[in-house]
């Protein structure tokens, strides 16, 4: 499989992670993990800038897939299969840009700022 037929594997899984999420038969420790990851597929700031050199599309190459394949693996697969049917074609025009997503991300990087500023004052 290139690298291009992954990326595109994962743009698919995304959308189907989502309504895994929202699935009453999706078992609760998937949901929170389902819910973390889309949360950070979606949002607009990444855990590590790209502007970062090497690192900062390490978390789009390594840590997303990662996540999504966690999530999979605790997923049920009739339920995954369905999913995946059902999220075929959903997000064509692009996925949703929602800034709530971005949330968790910014609360991270606040408490690294906040932890430096502690360390260094006192």
């Known amino acids: 499989m290139t690298l291009k037929d992954r990326a595109k594997k ?6 189907a992670v989502f309504l895994a999420m929202k699935g009453l038969d999706t078992p609760l ?18 855990l590590i800038p790209d502007f970062v050199p090497v690192l900062g599309y390490l978390d ?3 840590l997303l897939p990662a996540l999504i394949a966690l ?7 009739e339920v995954w299969g369905r999913c995946r049917e059902m ?9 949703p840009k929602k800034w709530y997503f971005a949330m968790p991300i910014v609360m991270i990087w606040l408490l690294i700022i906040w932890l430096i500023i502690k360390a260094i004052w006192l």
């Open 29 to 46: 420790l998937a949901k929170i993990l389902a819910a973390v990851t889309v949360a950070y597929a979606l949002s607009p700031i990444n």
């Open 87 to 95: 999220s075929e074609n959903m997000w064509d025009n692009g996925k």
């Open 60 to 62: 789009d190459v390594i």
């Open 71 to 77: 999530t999979v693996k605790l997923i049920p697969k």
């Open 10 to 15: 994962l743009k698919q899984d995304v959308p």
